[in-house]
């Protein structure tokens, strides 16, 4: 990640791992396919029927949790935050510090591939507030207002 960065960057698993803490089973986002700091990014997540919450939610008729989906739009948007401060790489963790006007419009099922945007609305001093949509296709699923913080 570069700070001064204006053009749009693609971010693979492996660089994600080294920005976020989150592992296996618990890391939500599989790629950042565009990235602008201090503005936007979009990330992708494919969803599989191997996700162990499908063990319980629920048997039979898989359905992904939106408490997830959220999640995901929320890891996504800790790589914008790191990129966009690239001094706290390595010396800071960015950590979910609010939620606001979540919404879901459909359920997300195993074989779908969400996307998540999200675009900076707020950034002052170690607080970012970010709005976030997750997509399937062209189908807006989850609706959020997300704040990070560096910690």
Do not use: W
Request: hydrophobic residues 45%; neutral net charge.
């Amino acid at each position: 990640c570069m700070e001064d960065m204006v053009q749009t960057q693609e971010i693979d698993i492996q660089e994600i791992m080294r920005l976020l803490p989150h592992r296996y089973p618990f890391l939500m986002v599989d790629r950042i396919t565009s990235l602008i700091p201090r503005q936007s990014v979009k990330g992708i997540k494919n969803v599989t029927v191997n996700e162990p919450c499908f063990q319980g939610h629920f048997p039979g008729q898989p359905i992904f949790p939106g408490v997830l989906i959220l999640e995901g739009m929320a890891q996504t948007g800790g790589c914008m935050a790191f990129c966009s401060v690239p001094e706290m790489i390595g010396e800071r963790l960015v950590y979910f510090a609010g939620i606001d006007k979540a919404r879901f419009r459909k359920p997300v099922v195993p074989g779908d591939q969400l996307e998540y945007r999200l675009e900076l609305s707020k950034h002052k001093r170690l607080i970012m507030v970010m709005k976030g949509q997750a997509f399937v296709g062209d189908q807006l699923v989850a609706e959020a207002e997300l704040m990070a913080s560096f910690v």
